[in-house]
């Protein structure tokens, strides 16, 4: 799930930038630190929006830099395992779909997409399913469930993220449209059959009263 945070941290403006406006170097500072950057406790930076309030600055000896204590907000990605959330298809090959969750990719493996075979489309980079037809291509937006989750602090790109279509309630826009039409056949048709069974019923009732008199 997307945060928004209000967070606290130490800033080194370098001192060639010393001259500029301050809560512009230090908002520069702190997206070129942190977004994309992963910290287990606090989740993946998305982007810091606005930096509030900037402190005294501190010296180092030996640091031609100085160090500001700078409060600002920032939007993260959290994620769970078992959570649903929404991606973008931004690659497809034989072995499945890697789905953009903003500041961080997952995997979508062949497997995981349907429980139908699935063949791989290169030339219009989809990945289809063999006997619906059902396909994912790049640009796509895709509900999916995280499965697997092992994050990497020191490496981001190293980080695992698995994710499955495989179950109700999942898949493309498309996808989710269909299965509501389905739904709406279904309950019709069970409506229908109670309206036919209804006066079958009431005839019963009428000649159990007849014997009965």
């Not at 509030?52 to 409060?71: F, K, M, T």
């Not at 979508?108 to 994912?136: G, T, W």
């Amino acid at each position: 799930m997307y945060h928004k945070l209000l967070l606290e941290d130490k800033v080194r403006v370098p001192p060639q930038r010393l001259g500029e406006k301050l809560k512009t170097v230090i908002l520069e500072v702190l997206q070129e630190q942190l977004e994309g950057s992963i910290d287990k406790e606090i989740g993946i930076f998305i982007c810091v929006t606005k930096v509030l309030d900037v402190g005294e600055g501190e010296i180092v000896p030996g640091d031609g830099g100085v160090y500001y204590d700078v409060r600002f907000e920032a939007m993260v990605l959290r994620l769970a395992l078992q959570e649903v959330i929404e991606g973008m298809v931004v690659e497809t090959t034989s072995f499945g779909a890697f789905i953009s969750l903003g500041p961080i990719d997952a995997m979508l493996h062949v497997s995981q997409i349907s429980d139908e075979y699935i063949n791989y489309d290169e030339k219009n980079a989809r990945l289809i399913c063999q006997e619906s037809k059902r396909y994912i291509g790049v640009g796509d937006v895709v509900r999916v469930r995280v499965v697997t989750l092992s994050l990497n602090e020191r490496e981001p790109r190293d980080s695992k993220i698995g994710l499955t279509m495989r179950q109700a309630g999942l898949g493309t826009a498309l996808w989710l449209e269909e299965e509501i039409e389905k739904e709406k056949e279904k309950e019709g048709q069970v409506s229908g059959a109670v309206k036919e069974k209804a006066p079958e019923k009431a005839k019963s009732k009428r000649k159990e009263h007849a014997s009965g008199e």
